[in-house]
């Protein structure tokens, strides 16, 4: 039987990864009239003559750098982006002038193309077809690394749907390798290790203990009823064997769900092809859950791992990789632009419940 929704919330919430990121809960706001975004509907077709990214299209696009099984019988595929964002061309050495610098945009830009099967959404996929697909991540980003030194960082990312930044409807995701390691990243890397020094622990793994073993209930001082109650696997979403979905305590984005390994592990490199059957299980059931409450809804999501050089071989014990999921609802307001606080209308505990809820097929 269901809970009923909690009470009405207001508050800010402090993220405990990044304490300088913020969230207001605010679920009174979602009565209000508001701009959602549109939801996208599903392409059911499974081949388009006039997509580049179609099997039998392959001459419509960049030549194949990586493809698996095969080139010729593909269900993975990997080109260099048509547009890119970085490039391998050198166009200068860096620039200073005055307070103004200018870092060469060199590096790789590459579309993965997720599956043979124009129409197809990452829930529907086998979890044969996404280890597939993870392991291809893996591969590219070593790969990347490998190829050239001053690569820093490398990002594989997804967009689905038009206010997401995706251009092409065929399921696709993407990879840059870039000269620079994106701050967010660097803030994660520094506050993490800024804990494990204090606390001896991984702030990720501390989290993950939390969300399995932690219950709490805070009473009134005055009245003594009941202000809040915090119950054992309240944030957990889905849980496997190797990999856990997790709803952020503050969450930025009202759906947004965190995967992560159970086992301490900084670099997604190093996830082995055995353990990739639960990440794609995982990865597959917590998007089927957002599809079934939320289905069309368009969405980023995102790897991070540990930067690769000398300079963070020191925080691989407290830096836990991990894939963010968000789910595009809402448009942002002035306030959250201009505050740079992100706001969210449903209380992550409601939303997990919701998710948590979802009855699923087994795999």
């Not at 547009?83 to 307070?99: A, C, K, M, T």
């Not at 054992?232 to 009202?254: N, W």
């Not at 307001?333 to 998710?355: C, K, M, N, R, Y």
Request: charged residues 25%.
């Amino acid at each position: 039987m269901s809970k009923k929704p909690s009470p009405s919330v207001r508050e800010i919430r402090i993220n405990p990864v990044m304490p300088s990121e913020s969230v207001l809960v605010a679920t009174a706001r979602g009565m209000r009239p508001r701009k959602e975004e549109e939801r996208v509907e599903q392409k059911t077709v499974e081949h388009k003559d006039t997509c580049p990214f179609c099997l039998g299209n392959e001459d419509k696009t960049p030549p194949t750098i990586a493809a698996w099984p095969s080139e010729k019988n593909w269900a993975v595929r990997v080109v260099e982006n048509l547009y890119p964002i970085l490039g391998e061309d050198s166009q200068n050495d860096g620039l200073v002038f005055g307070l103004q610098q200018v870092v060469e945009g060199y590096g790789r830009h590459e579309v993965i193309i997720d599956h043979n099967n124009h129409g197809i959404a990452i829930h529907n996929m086998s979890v044969e077809h996404l280890m597939t697909l993870f392991s291809a991540y893996r591969d590219r980003m070593e790969k990347l690394y490998k190829a050239d030194p001053r690569i820093q960082y490398v990002l594989v990312f997804k967009n689905f749907g038009p206010a997401a930044g995706a251009s092409i409807p065929h399921t696709h995701s993407q990879i840059i390798a870039m000269p620079v390691v994106p701050e967010n990243v660097i803030n994660e890397v520094e506050y993490a290790k800024i804990h494990f020094d204090k606390h001896h622990q991984c702030i990720y793994c501390s989290l993950i203990n939390e969300a399995l073993t932690f219950e709490a209930t805070i009473y009134d001082r005055d009245s003594g009823e009941i202000k809040r109650k915090i119950d054992v696997g309240q944030y957990v979403v889905e849980r496997g064997e190797k990999f856990i979905a997790i709803k952020p305590f503050a969450s930025r984005y009202e759906w947004e769900i965190h995967i992560m390994p159970l086992n301490h592990s900084a670099d997604y490199v190093d996830v082995s092809p055995e353990d990739m059957e639960d990440l794609a299980r995982v990865t597959r059931r917590a998007m089927a859950r957002l599809d079934a409450v939320i289905g069309g809804a368009q969405y980023n999501f995102f790897l991070h791992s540990i930067p690769q050089g000398d300079k963070y071989a020191d925080c691989h014990s407290s830096y836990h990789w991990h894939i963010e999921i968000c789910p595009r609802t809402s448009i942002p307001t002035g306030f959250e632009l201009g505050s740079g606080l992100f706001v969210s209308t449903i209380s992550p505990e409601d939303a997990a419940q919701q998710l948590r809820e979802i009855q699923l097929d087994e795999d």
